[in-house]
């Protein structure tokens, strides 16, 4: 996309005449640096048997957070961290205007992979790298953006930093402890943070011109297709609800079949009835149960008790609603023939996130620009783009292609052409957005 007549007002002189060099190469960032700084990402947590294991809260992710920092200076950015964990490097703009955002994640989850919110952080940095090859100097100031612990591995959960940062952290969050027994608020004053101090940490979204996110899709609609570039609509919508199933604990050998009210036979019906009625209605809704917890857990005992989770997500609410009560239809049903008791209750509600409808358009523009038809999709994982989409700035997500659709393991891929095509398309948006 070249400069639009009438904007020399905007990017006089010099500044035009780089701009519309830089947006008329075929790839205006450096792919190779930018292949270059993900391999020296993944070296740490690096797993011998392949993938990454940089959960939050650990030595690993601290060197990568020392490491970036280092490298954000080097590129002549202003480094801070908040009281969260969050780190932010700024490049002023020529205006006091709003700040372009953009960035995403340096954690991993156990054993994970190499891409996922490791490409938007290292896109981030490339573009900041680049422009500032170029000589090119935005009318809004830019700021990236490596978020803490968005996979939530370490201390069960997610997306805390940019949680803190549209104040959504409950204080009692920070006694929660690890395997070693070692609390969050104990980990961040190891990181020298400040636990007790979250509130300093929320940002204004008046100081913000628009958000964006470079993330690999985490699915196989882009790869399936053989498409490039994916724009996202909406993040789903999260529900958890548990499920507690009281019987009879009994004997297991002196017990008759037909006098038994097995807890975990009841379980296992309602499990194949909450994915018969996920799988009833038209659309892409889905849904788990991957936990289950048993009492007595015990071989040569009927079981008394079972509680799972089970999870929804949509991006209508209405129809994670639909299912539910369709759930607890046959749970009545099934305690009537069973003889268990079943409950259900909702833990967790985690509203769909809807992405800007102008900044949606805007990326479909400059995708056009060079060439790539893309495809609109949902994100059926959560991401911080989210939280800056509800706290009121302007937000977009980017999607590439992961191959086979596989993430969150040591198998998960992007190759380098689809991470370069990303990022190119991340920096004419950021460039975009400065002129809007």
């Known amino acids: 996309m070249g400069i639009t007549p009438g904007m020399d007002d905007l990017f006089p002189g010099p500044i035009a005449e780089a701009e519309a060099s830089f947006l008329a190469a075929p790839l205006a960032i450096d792919g190779a640096r930018l292949s270059a700084s993900l391999a020296q990402l993944s070296r740490f947590g690096a797993h011998p048997d392949g993938g990454a294991q940089r959960i939050a809260f650990s030595e690993p992710e601290l060197l990568a957070r020392r490491w970036l920092i280092a490298a954000m200076e080097a590129a002549g950015l202003r480094v801070r961290t908040d009281a969260a964990g969050n780190v932010f490097g700024r490049r002023e703009g020529r205006e006091p205007l709003p700040a372009i955002l953009f960035g995403s994640h340096l954690d991993t989850v156990p054993r994970g992979g190499h891409f996922d919110g490791a490409l938007g952080v290292m896109a981030a940095l490339e573009t900041m790298r680049s422009l500032a090859d170029r000589g090119i100097r935005t009318r809004h100031p830019l700021e990236m953006v490596a978020w803490c612990d968005e996979e939530g591995a370490h201390f069960g959960n997610g997306l805390f930093g940019s949680r803190a940062a549209t104040g959504g952290v409950p204080e009692e969050e920070l006694s929660r402890v690890d395997e070693d027994g070692v609390s969050l608020h104990d980990w961040m004053e190891r990181y020298r943070l400040q636990p007790r101090a979250l509130d300093r940490a929320i940002l204004d979204p008046g100081d913000f011109h628009a958000a964006f996110e470079l993330h690999i899709e985490q699915g196989a609609n882009l790869d399936r297709d053989g498409e490039r570039i994916g724009i996202v609509g909406g993040i789903v919508g999260i529900h958890r609800f548990e499920a507690r199933i009281s019987g009879f604990q009994n004997h297991a050998g002196t017990t008759p079949m037909a006098d038994r009210r097995d807890a975990m036979l009841t379980a296992a019906r309602l499990i194949v009835a909450v994915h018969q009625e996920i799988r009833a209605l038209p659309g892409d809704q889905v849904g788990n149960v991957g936990q289950l917890e048993v009492s007595p857990d015990a071989a040569n005992v009927v079981p008394g008790a079972v509680r799972f989770p089970i999870e929804l997500r949509d991006l209508e609410d209405r129809v994670v609603d639909d299912i539910m009560a369709r759930i607890r239809g046959r749970a009545a049903r099934l305690a009537g023939d069973t003889g268990c008791g079943i409950t259900t209750a909702r833990t967790l509600r985690e509203p769909p996130a809807w992405m800007d409808p102008g900044l949606r358009d805007l990326l479909r523009r400059e995708a056009a ?54 990022a190119d398309l991340l920096c004419r948006a950021i460039l975009a957005a400065d002129r809007a």
């Open 369 to 422: 620009a060079v060439g790539e038809d893309p495809l609109d999709l949902a994100s059926r994982a959560g991401h911080d783009s989210q939280n800056t989409a509800r706290h009121g700035i302007p937000t977009a997500m980017i999607f590439v292609p992961s191959r086979d659709g596989i993430s969150h393991a040591p198998g998960e891929w992007t190759s380098a052409p689809d991470c370069a095509r990303g």
